[in-house]
């Protein structure tokens, strides 16, 4: 016999929770349109260093329900995915935990990003971004034993970590509780994060 829980009985009866998800979804949408848009304008005239059959045309939107059974919503912008190669910028709303602007590298050009990572530390150190420290890129937790922070006293921590991975990526998160979020200032930092990751992908 299946049972609910008084929680969940409320849950399931409450009139105002399901229109207020579709609303909430419907807004996190055009959040994410106004990023393609500032990202596709910012991109303009900038020499990328990326893979050989990379298109800057390519970008994808993607909605779902079950990311560690939290739903999701995220853009694709730029978008590179062929094979063992990617290159990407991730952003990514996440009901439960929070928002985070990825840049996703993997395969071609890798040993080319690490070195200007490295060389380039300080230009991207302290501005908020972390070293992603999973297992997959695919990890979209954040914390200790998931991420460490880029700050200007890690570089030859995060030189250590970076040497022997197959991949990185680099993030910034925004708590949901941040005003960020509620002032809409979003899209403003998605720019403001690719801008800060550019001296790690470009010539």
Same mark, same amino acid.
């Given at each position: 016999m299946i049972e609910f829980t008084p929680e969940e009985i409320s849950l399931v009866a409450d009139?105002?929770?399901f229109p207020a998800k579709a609303r909430i979804t419907k807004k996190v949408r055009g959040i994410l349109d106004e990023v393609y848009a500032g990202l596709k304008a910012d991109l303009t005239g900038i020499t990328l260093l990326t893979p050989a059959d990379f298109d800057l045309a390519k970008f994808q939107f993607v909605?779902?329900?079950?990311?560690?059974s939290f739903p999701y919503q995220y853009l694709d912008f730029p978008k590179?995915?062929?094979?063992?190669?990617?290159?990407t910028f991730r952003s990514l709303f996440w009901w439960g935990?929070? @928002? @985070?602007? !990825?840049? @996703?590298l993997?395969?071609?050009g890798l040993k080319r990003y690490k070195q200007n990572l490295i060389n380039r530390y300080h230009e991207v150190a302290g501005r908020h971004l972390c070293f992603g420290l999973g297992p997959t890129l695919w990890e979209w937790r954040q914390g200790e034993g998931y991420t460490l922070p880029l700050t200007h006293e890690r570089k030859p921590e995060v030189a250590a970590v970076l040497s022997n991975r197959p991949f990185f990526k680099l993030a910034r998160f925004v708590r949901?509780?941040?005003?960020? @979020?509620?002032?809409?200032?979003?899209?403003?930092? !998605?720019?403001?994060?690719f801008r800060t990751l550019l001296p790690v992908i470009t010539p």
């Open positions: 009139e105002k929770f909605k779902g329900e079950h990311l560690e590179h995915f062929s094979g063992e190669d990617k290159f935990h929070h @928002v @985070v602007f !990825a840049l @996703v993997e395969g071609e949901l509780d941040d005003p960020i @979020v509620a002032e809409g200032r979003l899209p403003q930092i !998605a720019r403001e994060t």
